[in-house]
């Protein structure tokens, strides 16, 4: 007996869209920092600064960071099942460079830790030193926080601060980098891309995203013109 034909056979599903990343403005993350508990603004900071995504920010060991270059290695991550490491093989395996104040902060934040210590683990009493959690941490750290922030925007009026999940420090790394100049091609790096097009994201915040494009404008002998 033959199987009938699927009447959805012919049917094009949807695109989903590319949503643009969520990341925060300087002012915006500054008084994210400023409102979070200080256990956290370590964690934190060095999250805008690297880009390490949030298994790997909670699975980062103390001596995977490299304080005589300022540089840490991305190893393992904090997983729902507990630390693992990345393949060898694996772009997530990487290093990332600390600025000079990013590197002081943390050495502080380090100095009474064993060698192969967890950096980032519960601080409640009676439960510290555990692996954190991404949800409970959303809840009762990320979120209160986020909701207390506040910046000035460019008519000076006070708003709150976006409504941006803990992700987001890694959209802001690479948004900031990509608007300093930074190639996409050492953003994919720094982040762990596997693939360049999820780097490509962050294209149209190119300094000179159209330079060439405007650049062959001008160039033409002759230019359209229409009357005034």
């Given at each position: 007996?033959?199987?009938?034909?699927?009447?959805?056979?012919?049917?094009?599903?949807p695109t989903i869209a590319v949503k643009p990343p969520q990341?925060?403005?300087l002012d915006q993350a500054q008084s994210i920092l400023?409102?979070?508990?200080?256990?956290?603004?370590?964690?934190c900071l060095l999250g805008f600064y690297t880009g390490l995504r949030w298994g790997?920010?909670?699975?980062?060991?103390?001596?995977?960071?490299?304080?005589?270059?300022?540089?840490?290695?991305?190893?393992?991550?904090n997983s729902k099942s507990g630390?693992?490491?990345?393949?060898?093989?694996?772009?997530?395996?990487?290093?990332?460079?600390?600025?000079?104040?990013?590197?002081?902060?943390?050495e502080r934040h380090i100095h009474w830790l064993d060698r192969d210590?967890?950096?980032f683990?519960?601080?409640?009493?009676?439960?510290?030193?555990?692996?954190?959690?991404?949800?409970?941490?959303?809840?009762?750290?990320?979120?209160?926080?986020?909701?207390a922030s506040y910046y000035f925007d460019t008519d000076g009026e006070q708003q709150l601060v976006p409504h941006y999940p803990p992700h987001s420090m890694r959209h802001t790394c690479a948004s900031w980098l990509v608007q300093k100049g930074v190639s996409?091609?050492?953003?994919?790096?720094?982040?762990?891309?596997?693939?360049?097009?999820?780097?490509?994201?962050?294209?149209?915040?190119?300094?000179?995203?159209h330079k060439a494009v405007l650049g062959a404008w001008e160039r033409l002998d002759v230019p359209l013109t229409i009357a005034a």
């Amino acid at each position: 007996m033959r199987r009938p034909l699927s009447p959805c056979r012919s049917i094009d599903l949807p695109t989903i869209a590319v949503k643009p990343p969520q990341w925060f403005t300087l002012d915006q993350a500054q008084s994210i920092l400023d409102e979070l508990p200080a256990p956290w603004r370590t964690m934190c900071l060095l999250g805008f600064y690297t880009g390490l995504r949030w298994g790997e920010l909670t699975g980062l060991h103390r001596h995977r960071i490299d304080t005589r270059r300022a540089r840490l290695f991305v190893v393992e991550v904090n997983s729902k099942s507990g630390i693992k490491e990345y393949p060898k093989s694996s772009k997530s395996r990487r290093e990332a460079p600390l600025p000079p104040h990013v590197l002081e902060a943390l050495e502080r934040h380090i100095h009474w830790l064993d060698r192969d210590a967890v950096v980032f683990t519960t601080i409640t009493k009676g439960r510290t030193g555990r692996l954190l959690a991404d949800s409970n941490w959303r809840r009762q750290t990320w979120w209160p926080t986020v909701e207390a922030s506040y910046y000035f925007d460019t008519d000076g009026e006070q708003q709150l601060v976006p409504h941006y999940p803990p992700h987001s420090m890694r959209h802001t790394c690479a948004s900031w980098l990509v608007q300093k100049g930074v190639s996409l091609y050492e953003v994919q790096h720094l982040l762990g891309h596997e693939s360049f097009q999820t780097t490509q994201r962050y294209a149209h915040l190119q300094p000179d995203a159209h330079k060439a494009v405007l650049g062959a404008w001008e160039r033409l002998d002759v230019p359209l013109t229409i009357a005034a």
